[in-house]
């Protein structure tokens, strides 16, 4: 992206600083409603766009709000170059193909199952960080993720789906990948040591993901076919500043004081939002197994934000060499 070419990289003045753990836990409340609320709004979207440009619009729109809102409190920076890793692992990893994913799989499978799917990420965060990040796991997180897992195994009810249905098995494979890739990443932020802060970065994650977004939606749906209405304009405003920008400065803003492990588990209550406003808005079904998967869910956070207190897991080395020494060591969605 010529736009953060190496040679017009500089280092923020400010020194990047995590929130506290308070904070964190205020931003992981405001994600979890806002990506579980727009599972339904996603569903709903596609049946004006298809996938790949309904992404693009989103991505294109969230990079919008979050260059307007740069330039409104002066915050437009340029990137540390020793933070180009960081950016193109949320742009081209997150932003671009996961996202793709997620709303190519969705048209196989409910709204619903493809929440409790794609936040099956706090899942494949555990062996990933422990080969990456050498993350500790306690007794309690194991029990907590255990819980949480077996939330998820109920939540989608894998003995109710029609396996030999190819849709289907492609549709559940594509939303699998996703969290593997979705884990992915938000080990990489948070094991990544910033020269800048995330707010700085985060407009040019939008900014490097559009153009390959635009590419892949030519090259697999060719030119935009959108049916356009004041609903849709909603839908697409609520997913671009909410959904969007909100949710990935909020996440890399929490990935920086909390465990990559602590952090994805309390995520795990995005795919119960998602099922509830899924039932409401969409008129899903809510069957028993559902209900305990819920309760399993939210037990299974409780029991992570509980061995997260006990452990007062410390936050990542965040400031550059020439400024200080961090706070120490420590590690989306």
Do not use: C
Not at 68 to 73: C, R, Y
Not at 170 to 179: E, F
Not at 224 to 244: H, K, V
């Amino acid at each position: 992206m010529s736009d953060i070419a190496p040679s017009a990289l500089v280092i923020s003045s400010d020194k990047p600083q995590p929130p506290t753990r308070f904070v964190a836990y205020l931003l992981i409340a405001g994600v979890v409603f806002a990506l579980g609320l727009n599972w339904p709004l996603i569903s709903i979207g596609l049946e004006s766009a298809s996938p790949w440009w309904f992404v693009v619009i989103r991505v294109a729109g969230a990079g919008l709000v979050v260059w307007t809102v740069s330039a409104l409190t002066g915050r437009i920076r340029a990137a540390d170059r020793r933070d180009l890793p960081v950016i193109a692992s949320v742009a081209l990893g997150r932003l671009t193909i996961m996202t793709g994913m997620v709303y190519v799989g969705i048209q196989f499978v409910d709204a619903g199952r493809t929440a409790v799917l794609v936040w099956t990420a706090s899942l494949w965060t555990v062996p990933i960080a422990a080969v990456a990040l050498k993350e500790r796991m306690t007794a309690m997180r194991w029990t907590g993720l255990a819980i949480g897992i077996s939330g998820i195994f109920a939540l989608v009810e894998p003995w109710r789906q029609d396996w030999s249905d190819g849709g289907v098995l492609l549709g559940h494979a594509i939303l699998i990948v996703a969290a593997i890739l979705h884990a992915s990443v938000s080990v990489h932020i948070r094991g990544h040591r910033w020269f800048s802060s995330p707010r700085d970065v985060v407009p040019w994650q939008f900014l490097m993901a559009t153009p390959p977004l635009v590419v892949l939606a030519l090259l697999f749906e060719g030119p935009p076919q959108i049916d356009w209405s004041w609903g849709l304009a909603a839908n697409i405003a609520y997913q671009s500043a909410i959904a969007s920008a909100f949710a990935l400065w909020a996440q890399q803003m929490v990935l920086q004081r909390l465990p990559v492990t602590s952090t994805n588990l309390s995520l795990m209550a995005v795919p119960v939002v998602g099922l509830l406003s899924s039932v409401v808005v969409l008129g899903e079904v809510l069957t028993v197994y559902a209900v305990i998967g819920v309760v399993a869910i939210i037990t299974g956070v409780v029991t992570n934000i509980v061995a997260d207190s006990i452990s007062g897991a410390p936050s990542a080395d965040l400031t550059p060499p020439s400024v200080g020494v961090g706070a120490g060591p420590a590690i989306g969605t």
